[in-house]
């Protein structure tokens, strides 16, 4: 070959060369690479070159080589996960941006506003419907501050409302009980469903109900309150035994406590234990959700599993539409009926004036078995069994209702 020959084929490939850095694409991911390889290809075999390229330069410089093939989508995805991200710390009131940065960045614009009863729904997603399809449940919220009118019931002796609840069907929203100064919620009047079509036979069928109004207490009763209550009741003659955990910190739920002392709790403040259709509605909303945050697993924001008692609250996600909490986890709750093994079955065949505010059987399958609710299998909220009045179990505590009149 002549060197002006030599020459010209010099300067032809390093044209060539000069082309495909001007031209490689900057689109980073599976479709980037394609383009890279197609360019690459089409430029060496345009310029005469016979020799393939090592592997090695088609591989970007800060990225290692690959003896598994071709680079394709799904490795392009596997080595873009980076589990070295600790979320941990991320305030849950802080509101991304993702369109302010490159994804998979993102910047932090702001806090999210206080929580508003009036903004608070569950999405649900419809049966036989694709993920994106959902219908949202909220309680209906008048707020006395927006010049409606509307009166507000008002609370029996004992009971104050909360200065900033919004009024939810002529009711606040929240209260406090002064006996023990615990909070309670409220749940509005209407149609709810306890029990499951898919379940163990004490809890099937799902059968539709209708309830009055009522409060529920928001947490359980913890062992500081079941104390003062134990102290007060010894003063004036009664007895009482102290709860199974007594030395417990105060904010674990009182267990080990019997049936009848804690339905002595609730009406020593003028309430009562919940019926099994006031505690499924509460927990599941008006929709029959399976949980009390819908039909999906839980996000637990640390290790939880059945039969764990912790500290009142401590699981800020079990948390109903009502906003209550610890109704799938943490101790198991006596309820205010009988146990009867057809309960369902018995009200399925029951006209609709009958099932209203239903509070159980009169006589329980087994002599002296109440309801006991919680802490059920995959933390269904239908779950249920049924326990001996006297027992004193490590796992059951309990909560209060108070009960409003059933025309308001």
Request: hydrophobic share 35%; net charge negative.
């Amino acid at each position: 070959m002549s060197r002006r020959d030599r020459n010209s084929l010099e300067a032809s490939t390093g044209e060539c060369r000069r082309g495909f850095f001007a031209y490689r694409p900057t689109t980073r991911g599976a479709f980037g690479e394609i383009c890279s390889a197609v360019l690459l290809s089409l430029l060496l075999t345009g310029c005469g070159g016979s020799t393939p390229a090592p592997a090695s330069q088609a591989v970007e410089p800060d990225r290692p080589a690959s003896n598994s093939g071709p680079v394709g989508f799904a490795q392009r995805v596997e080595e873009k996960v980076d589990d070295s991200i600790d979320l941990s710390g991320v305030d849950p009131n802080d509101i991304f941006d993702f369109a302010a940065a490159p994804l998979p960045n993102f910047l932090t614009t702001g806090k999210a506003p206080p929580s508003r009863l009036e903004d608070r729904f569950v999405a649900t997603i419809n049966p036989g419907a694709g993920s994106t399809n959902f219908q949202a449940d909220a309680p209906s919220v008048r707020n006395s501050n927006a010049g409606t009118g509307a009166s507000v019931g008002s609370l029996p002796a004992g009971f104050t409302a909360i200065a900033d609840a919004p009024i939810v069907d002529g009711w606040p929203s929240r209260i406090v009980c002064k006996a023990d100064r615990s909070e309670m919620v409220f749940v509005p009047a209407g149609n709810s469903v306890v029990g499951t079509g898919d379940g163990p036979d004490d809890c099937v069928p799902e059968v539709p109900v209708s309830l009055s109004a009522f409060y529920i207490s928001k947490l359980e009763v913890n062992v500081a309150q079941y104390s003062e209550f134990r102290s007060k009741s010894i003063k004036v003659g009664k007895v009482v035994e102290k709860s199974l955990n007594v030395d417990a910190p105060s904010d674990f739920p009182a267990v080990g406590v019997a049936w009848v002392e804690a339905r002595a709790y609730a009406q020593a403040s003028r309430r009562e234990l919940p019926t099994e259709c006031q505690w499924e509605k509460a927990a599941r909303g008006s929709l029959g959700l399976a949980a009390p945050w819908g039909n999906g697993r839980p996000l637990w924001s640390e290790p939880r599993k059945a039969g764990q008692v912790d500290p009142c609250g401590m699981f800020p996600d079990d948390k109903s539409v009502y906003g209550v909490l610890d109704m799938a986890g943490n101790a198991q709750e006596w309820l205010l009926d009988f146990y009867s093994e057809t309960n369902h079955e018995d009200l399925a065949i029951m006209d609709a004036a009958r099932r209203t505010n239903w509070a159980g059987p009169r006589r329980a399958s087994q002599t002296g078995e109440r309801v006991v609710k919680g802490d059920g299998p995959g933390w269904a909220a239908w779950f249920r069994r049924g326990v001996r009045m006297t027992e004193r179990s490590p796992i059951i505590g309990f909560r209060c209702v108070l009960n409003l009149p059933a025309s308001q």
